[in-house]
Each structure stands twice: as C-alpha cells, then as structure tokens.
C-alpha cells in the first residue's frame, strides 16, 4: 500500500473532504489523525475507517488556535513519532457582500482557513525538518484564483494559503520536504446539493466539464501529491475544477 506506516494528520477531517481524505490515506495504510472541532463526527469518520480495517486517532481542536495546534502535534509526536504527511483542510465561509460584511464575519475566515495553516505547519513542520522528509498539501480554492462576489474575505483567505504554499516550498525545499496547494472548484457535497436548480444550472453553465466534481477527486489530487511519484513537485497549484478557470 502507498503509505504504509505514515502518519498523516488531516484538518477539517468531520465531513466532506476532509473526510474523504482521510478515508483515501486509510485504505493505503496511512495511519489518520483526524482533526476537527467536531469530536462526534470525527468519531464517526474514525469508526468508518475502523470498519475499513484501517487506523485512525482523533483529536479534537480549533485550527485557529496555535496553542491547541501545537498540543495536538506534540501529542500525535509523543504516541506516533512523525508526521508524515499534513493536510491543511479545516475551511469555514461566512459569505456577504463586502459592505455588508461584519468584521467577524472577516476575522473568521481568516483565523480558520488562512490562520490555521499557519498554526498546524508551524506546529508539525520542526519534526519533518529533523526527518529529512515530509509532505505538506494545502487546500486552497478556485475563489482564491479567480475571486467570487460575496466571498471577499473566503477568496482573500484562500490567495493568501496560494501565497504561503509558495512560500513555505521554497523555504523547506533543501529538507526534502515538499509544499503544495490543491484549488478546488464547485465540488458536489451537502452544500451544492441543497442549491436551487436554476443556481446549479447557471455554476454548471460556466463548468467545461458539465459537472460538479467529487470529494474522492480531491481526495485523489491530494493523495498523489503525498506519494512518492510527486516528489519532484513542489510550490505547486493543482487546480481541480473541470475547466472552470485555466
């Protein structure tokens, strides 16, 4: 199996695809820590990836919080002794209009989807340095490439985690560490299901492809480039989006 006694530490790892990449590490042998907020659901991705045959740790813990950031790697450090692979996946949105966007409603976005890769990169990339080796995938958005009205603050979160993937390549490169962006377009989850007919019609008007993509697609982006075969890649944007922005 690909990954075969790595340890691979998943934000936003609950719902969606977060826990379709976790479900993706698992069946190739990784060992999954899943992170989140939400320690019931985390638990109930856990029992699934039990039920695979598969391992799995859960760790529940606000991404906006360095501290707690820290704690749960020096934790998973303590009982697994490596990360081998981390995926900056935990997202929030608090869409509005610019004028009528509340500061928090700003704040937020930030904090989790910008501020909290920050934290878990800080947190785990020491040890991946002393390893020689280590796998770091962020997941960014197509808003963050080509902006999207009532998402100022998610669109500059995610151009700035573009920024920082970039940033961060170059700095861990001569480790052997690599650092890489996944930009997802409209993926097909609960949220897209629940839209208005006429509003899926007018996304998929503007899809090449003519169809919304899956969480086990952007789970199979961000899997290759934790294997073996993408070390060469690094800083890179792997845009995942039938063809939305090019």
């Known amino acids: 199996m690909m990954f075969q006694d790595r340890i691979s530490l998943i934000t936003g790892a609950s719902q969606g695809i977060g826990e379709a990449i976790a479900l993706a590490f698992a069946r190739e042998g990784a060992t999954t820590i899943l992170v989140d907020i939400q320690k019931a659901k985390l638990e109930a991705v856990a029992a699934k990836i039990l039920a695979l045959g598969g391992k799995a740790a859960v760790r529940e813990a606000d991404v906006s919080k360095l501290g707690q950031a820290a704690a749960v790697v020096d934790s998973v450090l303590a009982e697994f002794k490596k990360i081998d692979h981390l995926i900056n996946n935990a997202g929030i949105t608090r869409d509005n209009l610019l004028m009528r966007m509340k500061e928090d409603e700003w704040d937020a976005v930030m904090a989790v989807n910008l501020k909290g890769a920050f934290n878990f990169s800080k947190a785990a990339v020491r040890s991946m340095l002393g ?58 989850t609960a949220m897209t299901e629940n839209l208005p007919e006429p509003i899926k019609k007018m996304f998929l008007d503007n899809i090449p492809l003519q169809r919304f993509g899956t969480p086990d697609e952007v789970a199979a982006a961000v899997k290759f480039l934790c294997s073996d075969e993408a070390g060469y ?14």
């Open 131 to 188: 390893a020689r080796a280590g796998r770091i995938v962020n997941l960014a958005s197509i808003a963050g490439q080509m902006g999207n009205a009532g998402q100022t603050n998610y669109a500059a979160a995610k151009a700035g985690l573009i920024g920082f993937t970039k940033s961060l390549a170059r700095e861990v490169a001569s480790r052997g560490i690599t650092v890489n962006a996944v930009a997802p377009g409209f993926i097909a």
């Open 233 to 246: 890649i690094t800083g890179h944007v792997l845009q995942l989006n039938g063809g939305m922005y090019m």
